[in-house]
């Protein structure tokens, strides 16, 4: 499978897997068959493969932000790290931290472990900036890594990569580990290899409800299933009726380009084992794939989940080209949107229904999901073989019975709408600089830029 099966494959059909239909009967019940869902599924019947395991999907495998992802594998989980100090405390702060780097472990361990076929690059990532402020501010956050004792290195302007130099960032963080991958073929391998395990996976059946009782009855058209336990791992896409959600779903575009020629191969290549991300908030960034080309993401954010149509692919090409001269010429070979899902506290949830502990649920990565999704499975699946485990210490702040309260309505979703086009005009005038000696890309009048 090449780089260029990463991206977004909602157009080919892979759906070979039959819907549910009649009523039937399981131990535990997934909705989702994303990484979470999927990962949950694959690690319990490991844990306890007595089990019986059953994932409900609404359309097939991968077909959320597990097979719309960009490929990047990396730590972080919440707030900044000087923000995290104030909020929860150094302990959690440095906790929380060292649990998004066991994540990253986790995932490489999980490929390893099975030999999957992933087009996995190891390596690290560089959060760039591209003014004084950013660069005061990941002074800032440099300084509280070393103060809660984690390694995460200060890149001045003399010591960045030519590549990121030349683009116009003064300076940038260091984060590893990290790795690049293809998610949707990581996903559908876990799919692959639950069901040579036992697992049972029924796509095109969307859950409309969740009856909850004992046992709780997952309620599809055309059928239903009853189980002693059910996990929700449905992230962006919203509440189901008889789960809790405090979830926001956002959709976020990317690209990838046309395979690169061996001389502009040549000036990205350091790509492919550190991408250069943007530190604003839909800042673009950039990662070279298995077989030389590069992925982008920025550009309009939008509220909502559903489509897969890229609002301002114009605004990638521009990414793109504004990166290196040697880019000047390259085309965008395809363009998509995907769904990210957001909490109000920035922070993900994992935990059991407040009122019904049969029910869990897992999501809100807030664009860090690659990692956290999959890590977050293997909690829940621990959880459901052993039983509550007793809390870390300190605890984790996002294994929690909710995520908190998000206000809807129409003026809420003005206001929010509103916010997303700030920070959509704002993409569009950071992200690399134009070098003196070129002529300025046109932007796009409509939208500008985003990221996950």
Same mark, same amino acid.
């Given at each position: 499978m090449?780089?260029?099966?990463?991206?977004?494959?909602?157009?080919?059909?892979?759906?070979t897997?039959?819907? /549910?239909? =009649?009523?039937?009967?399981?131990?535990?019940?997934?909705?989702?068959?994303? #990484?979470?869902?999927l990962?949950t599924?694959?690690?319990?019947?490991?844990? $306890?493969?007595?089990?019986?395991?059953?994932?409900?999907?609404?359309?097939?495998?991968?077909?959320?932000?597990? =097979?719309?992802g960009?490929g990047?594998l990396?730590?972080?989980?919440?707030?900044? #790290?000087?923000?995290?100090?104030?909020?929860?405390?150094? @302990?959690?702060?440095?906790?929380?931290?060292?649990?998004? %780097?066991?994540?990253?472990g986790?995932v /490489?361990?999980?490929?390893?472990?099975?030999?999957?076929?992933c087009? #996995?690059?190891?390596?690290?990532?560089?959060?760039?900036?591209?003014? @004084?402020?950013?660069?005061?501010?990941?002074r800032?956050?440099?300084?509280?890594a070393?103060?809660?004792?984690?390694?995460?290195?200060?890149?001045?302007?003399g010591?960045l990569?030519?590549?990121?130099? $030349?683009? =116009?960032?003064?300076?940038?963080?260091?984060? $590893?580990?990290?790795?690049?991958?293809?998610p949707?073929? /990581?996903?559908?391998e876990?799919?692959?290899?639950?069901?040579?395990?036992?697992?049972?996976i029924?796509?095109?059946?969307?859950?409309?409800?969740?009856?909850?009782?004992?046992?709780?009855?997952?309620?599809?058209?055309?059928?239903q299933?009853?189980?002693?336990?059910? %996990?929700? $791992?449905?992230?962006?896409?919203?509440?189901?009726?008889?789960?809790?959600?405090g979830?926001?779903?956002?959709?976020?575009?990317?690209?990838?380009?046309?395979?690169?020629?061996?001389?502009? #191969?040549?000036?990205?290549?350091?790509?492919?084992a550190e !991408?250069?991300?943007?530190?604003?908030?839909?800042?673009?960034?950039?990662?070279?794939?298995?077989?030389?080309?590069?992925?982008?993401?920025?550009?309009?954010?939008?509220?909502?989940?559903?489509?897969?149509?890229?609002?301002?692919p114009?605004?990638?090409r521009?990414?793109?080209?504004?990166l290196?001269?040697?880019?000047?010429?390259?085309?965008?070979?395809?363009?998509w949107s995907?769904?990210i899902?957001l909490?109000?506290?920035?922070l993900?949830?994992?935990?059991?229904?407040?009122?019904?502990?049969?029910?869990?649920?897992?999501?809100?990565?807030?664009?860090?999901?690659?990692?956290?999704?999959?890590?977050?499975?293997?909690? /829940?699946?621990?959880?459901?073989?052993? =039983?509550?485990?007793?809390?870390?210490?300190?605890?984790?702040?996002?294994?929690?019975?909710?995520?908190?309260?998000? !206000?809807?309505?129409?003026?809420?979703?003005?206001?929010?709408?509103?916010?997303?086009?700030?920070?959509?005009?704002?993409?569009g005038?950071?992200?690399?600089?134009?070098?003196?000696?070129?002529?300025?890309? !046109?932007?796009s009048?409509?939208?500008?830029?985003?990221?996950?």
């Open positions: 090449t780089g260029s099966a990463v991206f977004w494959a909602g157009d080919e059909d892979f759906a897997r039959g819907s /549910l239909r =009649g009523t039937q009967r399981c131990d535990v019940a997934i909705v989702g068959a994303g #990484l979470t869902g990962s599924a694959l690690e319990l019947l490991e844990l $306890a493969p007595q089990r019986r395991v059953v994932v409900i999907e609404a359309d097939h495998v991968a077909a959320g932000a597990s =097979g719309r960009t990047l990396g730590t972080r989980i919440g707030p900044p #790290l000087r923000v995290a100090r104030r909020r929860f405390g150094d @302990e959690v702060a440095r906790a929380a931290y060292l649990w998004s %780097v066991g994540a990253v986790h /490489l361990d999980i490929v390893d472990r099975y030999g999957i076929s087009d #996995l690059v190891p390596g690290s990532q560089l959060i760039a900036a591209d003014d @004084e402020k950013g660069a005061q501010a990941q800032h956050e440099a300084d509280a070393r103060a809660l004792g984690l390694v995460i290195s200060y890149v001045d302007r010591s990569p030519a590549l990121a130099a $030349a683009a =116009g960032y003064v300076s940038g963080l260091r984060y $590893a580990p990290a790795a690049t991958l293809d949707a073929a /990581l996903t559908r876990l799919a692959r290899i639950g069901e040579r395990r036992g697992l049972t029924f796509e095109r059946s969307p859950v409309r409800g969740i009856k909850r009782g004992s046992p709780a009855v997952v309620i599809t058209d055309r059928g299933i009853a189980a002693d336990r059910v %996990v929700v $791992a449905i992230n962006a896409f919203g509440a189901i009726s008889g789960a809790p959600s979830v926001l779903g956002l959709k976020v575009q990317a690209g990838v380009t046309e395979k690169l020629p061996p001389e502009v #191969l040549a000036a990205v290549e350091a790509l492919g !991408p250069l991300i943007g530190h604003r908030e839909a800042s673009p960034y950039f990662r070279l794939t298995a077989d030389g080309r590069i992925v982008v993401g920025g550009g309009a954010v939008r509220r909502g989940t559903h489509g897969s149509v890229a609002p301002a114009a605004t990638l521009a990414a793109v080209r504004r290196s001269p040697a880019l000047a010429e390259v085309e965008m070979e395809s363009t995907g769904p899902g909490t109000r506290d920035g993900p949830v994992v935990g059991q229904h407040p009122d019904d502990p049969r029910l869990y649920h897992a999501g809100g990565c807030n664009g860090h999901g690659l990692a956290v999704s999959v890590h977050n499975g293997a909690l /829940l699946a621990r959880w459901l073989a052993f =039983g509550q485990p007793k809390q870390p210490s300190p605890a984790l702040p996002w294994i929690r019975p909710k995520a908190p309260w998000l !206000p809807r309505g129409r003026l809420v979703d003005s206001l929010l709408d509103r916010y997303l086009a700030h920070i959509t005009a704002a993409s005038r950071s992200g690399p600089s134009e070098p003196p000696d070129r002529i300025a890309v !046109p932007q009048r409509t939208t500008d830029g985003g990221r996950p």
